[in-house]
């Protein structure tokens, strides 16, 4: 069985990033820390985004700004906030798409009754 090497060089794993096959990507890629007093409730440092999740912006043009998650993607660890649009040239707006390491998630949605399963299981 062949081992992945591991590279010291940032061109070389940022290659590897953006050429691994989805079912790598999808699997690790839109996580994001959570909050402190999320992190003492559930002993955790960071966990999945999904929408509704509500989240606030730490680097970046629009640091500070908290809002809902609207739309996740998956393959490319990106996700777009309510409130949080660009000025398009010919008129109009679209929504910005933001990576998930510039987030810390402040609440999380526990519509899905698994998800709140798993994250009762690591206390």
Known sequence: MKRAQLSSKPGK??????????????SRQPRAALSSD???KYGRNSVRVRVGDSV????GEYSGIEGKVQKVFASD???TIEGITRE???GGNSPVHLHTSNLVVTNLNLDDKL?????????
């Not at 794993?13 to 999808?26: D, Q, Y």
């Not at 998800?115 to 206390?123: I, T």
């Open 13 to 26: 794993v940022r290659k590897r990033f953006f050429t691994a096959e989805l079912h790598n990507k999808n």
């Open 88 to 90: 398009k040239i010919a």
């Open 56 to 59: 606030r912006l730490v680097r």
């Open 77 to 79: 660890g990106l996700v």
């Open 38 to 40: 999320l992190k003492s």
């Open 115 to 123: 998800r709140r399963e798993r994250l009762e299981q690591s206390k």
